[in-house]
């Protein structure tokens, strides 16, 4: 496993399954402290997605916040059923996780397709969010666009070649650093072979294939610009410049249809789609400048 000192594993049950997360019950840190506030960390989907992808951001905050960084359903070490996944499996469960864990509104920084998702979720649920801090929320189909169509998203909706590429690539250490490489990050230098590693992990429990399949398929693809309207709780965006999967125009455009609750978006320049994982020190600066604006 890849935690960061002091953090350890617990699990919740969703309609689901058991969604695993991770929290502070050890020293340096105060242990699961509930009279801390509560900031909670979404990873986004892709071959091998895990709560890893914030693990080098969360315990920056770890002595002021009672940290919550949960396995989606489907992903990393959380229950994998085999099912066809949909948006509403993720608004449903990431509600069940808050209702579960938290008490009272919680600040939720979420990154790619599920920050969009996590809006969604908000619209619902508006008194379990304080503010939300998004990396890159896009729902994949904005403004109109089919990510459906896209030749990708055609080849793995064929039966048993999905399997096949699966295995063979997206379940493979070659066919993730190559995916780091040249869709998620913009500077290759920056891949440690941890991060292969993690990604490799999580790609590899059992069952894994049924919720990045959906993913790639587009099954969880949505107009977000549909939605975003309907937001009313606080929050900011921050968006990779050199996002391959959803340039930052889209951020901007989605800023403009609700500028009542989106009260900031900062573009990085020279990172990808998770700066987090790319330069999280720099994601670690604008979170906290966003938790003191959307106070």
């Known amino acids: ?8 594993q617990h699990s919740t049950v969703t309609s689901l399954g058991k969604m695993v997360y991770y929290t502070a019950d050890a020293p340096p840190w105060v242990a699961n402290d509930r009279d801390l506030p509560t900031l909670v960390f979404l990873h986004g989907f892709g071959g091998g997605s895990s709560a890893y992808e914030w693990s080098k951001v969360y315990p920056a905050f770890a002595s002021e916040y009672r940290i919550l960084a949960p396995d989606l359903i489907g992903w990393g070490r959380s229950e994998h059923p085999e099912r066809q996944y949909q948006v509403e499996d993720y608004i ?19 990154s790619s397709l599920t920050a969009a998702i996590v809006i969604r979720a908000a619209i619902v649920r508006p008194e379990l969010f304080h503010s939300l801090i998004l990396t890159a929320p896009a729902g994949l189909s904005d403004f109109g666009e089919d990510y459906t169509r896209s030749f990708f998203a055609q080849l793995v909706s064929t039966p048993v070649l999905d399997r096949v590429l699966y295995s063979t690539g997206i379940a493979a250490s070659w066919g993730i650093r190559n995916f780091l490489e040249q869709r998620q990050f913009a500077q290759a230098d920056r891949i440690f072979p941890e991060i292969v590693e993690a990604y490799l992990e999580s790609a590899q429990q059992p069952n894994a294939e049924y919720a990045a399949l959906s993913f790639v398929r587009g099954d969880l693809s949505f107009d977000l610009a549909l939605f975003i309207a309907q937001l009313t709780v606080p929050t900011a965006m921050l968006w990779g410049k ?7 125009d889209i951020g901007y455009r989605l800023a403009a249809l609700n500028p009542q ?7 990085i320049d020279d990172v990808g789609l998770t700066p987090q994982l790319e330069l999280p020190a720099v994601s670690i600066a604008l979170i906290r400048r966003f938790l003191a604006l959307l106070k």
């Open 261 to 267: 609750a989106i009260r900031a978006l900062e573009v």
């Open 1 to 8: 496993m890849f935690l960061p000192p002091g953090f350890d």
């Open 242 to 248: 050199r996002s391959q999967f959803t340039e930052p």
């Open 92 to 110: 449903t469960t990431i509600i069940e996780f808050l209702e579960q864990t938290c008490e009272g509104a919680v600040t939720v920084v979420a």
